[in-house]
């Protein structure tokens, strides 16, 4: 399968500072991207999809000036969590497909934790 | 807007046993259902993907079926090894295809006991 890479795979902040995750698909292009959000013994939840070239789309009750999604090619996105609070704390997983309905791929996963 | 139903939500069974997984879909007019593993802490690995026009895609000891008409879908673990054990997902588009992620069920967490 294609591989879909994500960095860092851990992070640890201060309340009120903002946290970069990138996300790459290294051997395929990419020219949608999604953040998914997963809380602890819960699954996961779409909070945005990423559009190479133009702005993201976000799911309803997402803050978007919260989180801030760039996709300036075709290999990488990246969310920026602004003024991070205890609350965002959580594991961010981006994915990737190359084609419209084909199998999506995973990246591993950030562990965020806000202090 | 698509719901995702997994069943069991935790499964433990002894080495060797042959098991299945339950998955149900509220919309069926869904191009694919993706079936993936996560082990704890980790991000998620795809293990099979079915388009709607297909009733089963098999990968090693792994088989997943699809009847879109009735939204249900099984992942069948042959010969189960402790290796298995992680938290199974299955995941579907929306209903009608389009652009937009993944919805998943919560998962059954399985442990397969040595």
């Known amino acids: 399968g294609a591989v879909v890479s994500q960095h860092p795979s851990w992070v640890i902040c201060k309340s009120g500072t903002s946290v970069k995750i990138e996300c790459r698909s290294l051997?395929?292009?990419?020219?949608?991207m999604f953040w998914y959000r997963q809380f602890p013994k819960q699954s996961l939840m779409l909070m945005a999809t990423?559009?190479?070239?133009?702005?993201?789309?976000?799911e309803q009750g997402v803050e978007k000036d919260k989180f801030l999604i760039n996709h300036a090619s075709l290999t990488l996105s990246t969310l920026t969590v602004t003024s991070a609070h205890p609350e965002d704390s959580s594991f961010y997983i981006c994915s990737a497909r190359r084609l419209r309905n084909t199998e999506a791929f995973f990246g591993q996963g950030t562990r965020l934790t806000v202090v | 807007k698509q719901e995702v139903t997994q069943i069991p939500a935790a499964l433990s069974v002894p080495e060797g046993e042959n098991l299945v997984l339950n998955c149900s879909f509220t919309?069926?007019?869904?191009?694919?259902l993706q079936w993936f593993r996560q082990d704890p802490g980790k991000g998620l690995t795809s293990l099979l993907l079915i388009q709607s026009s297909q009733r089963e895609q098999t990968s090693g000891r792994l088989n997943a079926s699809l009847d879109k008409s009735s939204g249900r879908s099984t992942l069948y673990i042959a010969a189960s090894q402790p290796g298995d054990s992680a938290t199974y997902l299955c995941?579907?588009?929306?209903?009608?295809?389009?652009?937009?992620?993944?919805?998943f069920g919560k998962g059954t967490h399985l442990i397969i006991q040595p």
């Open positions: 995941a579907v588009p929306p209903g009608g295809g389009g652009a937009d992620g993944l919805t």
């Open positions: 051997d395929f292009q990419a020219t949608t």
């Open positions: 990423s559009n190479e070239g133009s702005k993201a789309t976000y």
């Open positions: 919309d069926s007019a869904i191009y694919n």
